[in-house]
């Protein structure tokens, strides 16, 4: 399978502070980016898709502004979680896709714990 | 809509004991894939399979089994002779059309020693 590089697995910080999460799809090109959220013992919500180059598209709930999603190449996505609160904190995956978008490749995901 | 539901929230099985995983889902595409992902406590998914709706055959792979039936919309996983290192979440995922994925809410498996 391919391999897909998420970075940190674990950050806490401070309520009010940015945090920025990022995957990279090592060995093929990423031109779709999902990024899902997780909430304990829940199942993974999709947040937002975002093609290369292109501005994301958010799901119906999630605010665009606190969740910055940057896909400027297609080996690199980065979730920005601008004035983290506490209820911000939950497991984010991401998971880049090929042109073909046939099979899902996840990253190890980020457990974001904000205090 | 797009749908799929896992009604089994959590189920515990002794270690060499047969279990089955449910999966049905909903969808008004013709043309979909189905998918199974494991999600140990470590919290990486494991990719375990994909199927076509084109492909009704059943697959084995060692001593995991996949059961396909349009007919019911189902999409059921066995385990045989569970160990407890199978012990994880189980997500049934569906992929059509815009190739949005929806998850199903997963199933706890928990293997006893």
């Known amino acids: 399978g391919a391999v897909v590089s998420q970075h940190p697995s674990r950050v806490i910080c401070k309520s009010g502070t940015s945090v920025k999460i990022e995957c990279r799809s090592l060995?093929?090109?990423?031109?779709?980016m999902f990024w899902y959220r997780q909430f304990p013992k829940q199942s993974l919500m999709l947040m937002a898709t975002?093609?290369?180059?292109?501005?994301?598209?958010?799901e119906q709930g999630v605010e665009k502004d606190k969740f910055l999603i940057n896909h400027a190449s297609l080996t690199l996505s980065t979730l920005t979680v601008t004035s983290a609160h506490p209820e911000d904190s939950s497991f984010y995956i991401c998971?880049?896709?090929?042109?073909?978008?046939?099979?899902?490749?996840f990253g190890s995901g980020t457990q974001l714990s904000v205090l | 809509a797009q749908k799929v539901t896992q009604a089994q929230t959590e189920i515990s099985v002794v270690e060499k004991e047969d279990v089955t995983l449910d999966c049905v889902y909903e969808?008004?595409?013709?043309?979909?894939?189905l998918f199974w992902y494991k999600q140990p406590p470590s919290g990486e998914l494991v990719f375990l399979i994909r199927?076509?709706?084109?492909?009704?055959q059943n697959e084995i792979s060692g001593r995991y089994s996949w059961n396909f039936q349009k007919s019911t919309s189902s999409f059921n996983f066995t385990i045989t002779a569970s160990q407890v290192v199978d012990s994880a979440v189980y997500f049934c995922?569906?992929?059509?059309?815009?190739?949005?994925?929806?998850f199903g809410t997963g199933t706890r498996l928990k293997v006893l020693a």
């Open positions: 975002s093609n290369e180059g292109s501005k994301a598209t958010y």
């Open positions: 998971s880049p896709a090929s042109a073909d978008k046939r099979e899902l490749f």
């Open positions: 199927r076509n709706s084109f492909d009704e």
């Open positions: 060995d093929f090109q990423a031109t779709t």
């Open positions: 969808t008004r595409d013709t043309t979909y894939y």
């Open positions: 995922a569906l992929a059509s059309g815009t190739y949005k994925y929806i």
